[in-house]
């Protein structure tokens, strides 16, 4: 079979495949990958790019990294798949495990659902079973934060932020759900009372209505990437126990590391009735996330008898969590922290050098997140052009500029990534 011309793949690939959030009318370009190594995407054309984006906060070891590939072949020579109906097998309990293990204590039941979408719809719906089978069918609705992402599925969409969210279109079909102000109290700053004032109200107001409230700890991602005070989280679990709601806290992206603790609850020393993770999981493998729950939410979800109604065909995937296991002990065994600490420094080092360059709004960094938000949306097909002739791999949203590379950045590497990238910016923002 002739190998098609890499001009060809771009043109089928522009005319017939959907990429995230695109029109098939009019895309923009999508690079060809022939193959990544490290912190490397290597383009078809022979370009080599510095990964800034740990392929959307999950590639958390890098590509191609030894340790992992070992693990999924192993798995792959034993199975790559079986049914979870009636069938359990080591790769999914030994990832519950160690889930259990690293988690809030609390946390003792997992459920494996296949992306962090589902995760989120899953987190829901165990939150709205628990209430039904507490006899209070009528705590149904979800109460959350504005700026928040949980994904695209319906569930999620009816929790991302309503007005600059992906899915405003979807308004009239969506639950109606309860929103409250984002967290304006930045990660340093002295706490106050009033800002959680909206939450209390809502939830004062509303408690009889609601099963639970969902939120990103600490870091909103893609609904803004805005990075908030631990005491709110704090605060909110003391609200939620209070009030006899369930708190969700989705940490898909911030889970394994990211924000410079293992899991963003951690920074308000809290346990949350539910827990999603997701992205990071597998070390950016491929596509898997849970839902851990308390005994307290499990016990009452199974209460009368009940089941809990979600399984999916390709639940608990051993290749999956054979692979998600490797990655995982991998992090435990080596000091992360302290990586994720000296990327937080030379990122901040870097990154706050633009600070004052007009159209440059606002520049924050935590753990190995580092976000320089502009004053307008940048014209995505021209600065990502931009980025990659000079050799670093960045992916825009609207306004935001930002990076969340692969823990296994080297100093170097990573001082180019972040000066290149501060470079590109002033260059874009003075044409
Ligand atoms: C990415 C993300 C999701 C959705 O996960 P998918 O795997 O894309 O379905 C949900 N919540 C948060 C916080 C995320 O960052």
Redesign the pocket.
């Given at each position: 079979m002739n190998k098609p011309a890499s001009d060809r793949i771009t043109e089928f690939d522009k005319r017939h495949i959907w990429h995230p959030y695109t029109s098939m009318m009019n895309p923009l370009p999508a690079f060809t990958v022939e193959s990544c190594e490290g912190v490397y995407i290597k383009l078809e054309d022979g370009r080599k790019l510095i990964d800034g984006m740990s392929s959307?906060?999950s590639v958390i070891h890098g590509y191609n990294n030894p340790v992992l590939n070992r693990a999924a072949h192993e798995q792959l020579d034993k199975m790559s798949h079986v049914m979870f109906g009636g069938l359990t097998h080591r790769p999914a309990v030994e990832l519950a495990e160690l889930l259990i293990k690293i988690t809030p204590e609390k946390l003792q039941h997992v459920f494996f659902a296949d992306?962090?979408?589902?995760s989120?719809e899953v987190a829901m719906k165990m939150a709205i079973q628990y209430w039904h089978a507490k006899g209070k069918p009528e705590k149904n609705r979800m109460l959350t934060v504005m700026n928040g992402?949980?994904?695209?599925t319906f569930g999620?969409m009816s929790v991302c932020d309503p007005v600059n969210g992906m899915h405003s279109m979807f308004e009239g079909v969506l639950a109606k759900n309860i929103f409250v102000e984002a967290p304006q109290c930045k990660f340093d700053a002295q706490w106050n009372e009033k800002y959680i004032s909206q939450m209390k109200n809502a939830l004062a107001e509303n408690h009889e209505q609601i099963a639970a409230v969902i939120i990103?700890p600490v870091v909103q991602?893609?609904g803004g990437m805005r990075i908030y005070s631990p005491h709110y989280i704090k605060r909110l679990r003391e609200l939620c126990s209070e009030f006899n709601v369930l708190l969700i806290a989705?940490e898909?992206?911030t889970g394994f590391g990211r924000t410079g603790k293992l899991f963003a609850c951690e920074w308000a020393g809290i346990t949350p009735d539910i827990m999603?993770l997701?992205?990071a999981i597998t070390g950016g493998y491929m596509?898997l996330?849970a839902t851990l729950a308390t005994t307290d939410v499990a016990e009452g979800i199974s209460g009368n008898g009940g089941v809990f109604m979600h399984g999916p065909t390709f639940m608990g995937n051993p290749l999956a969590c054979a692979v998600a296991v490797a990655s995982i002990r991998l992090l435990l065994e080596e000091d992360w922290q302290a990586r994720v600490l000296k990327i937080e420094s030379i990122m901040k080092e870097n990154l706050f050098t633009i600070k004052t360059v007009l159209g440059v709004r606002d520049i924050r960094v935590l753990g190995a997140i580092g976000v320089v938000e502009l004053e307008n949306s940048v014209d995505m097909a021209e600065i990502q052009r931009m980025f990659v002739d000079k050799g670093i791999w960045v992916r825009p949203y609207g306004r935001l500029v930002y990076i969340m590379p692969p823990f296994i950045i080297s100093e170097k590497e990573l001082n180019t990534l972040t000066e290149t990238m501060t470079e590109v910016i002033r260059e874009y923002l003075s044409l």
């Open positions: 959307w906060w992306s962090g979408s589902v989120v992402y949980h994904g695209d999620a990103e991602g893609a989705d898909i992206a999603c997701g992205k596509t996330a």
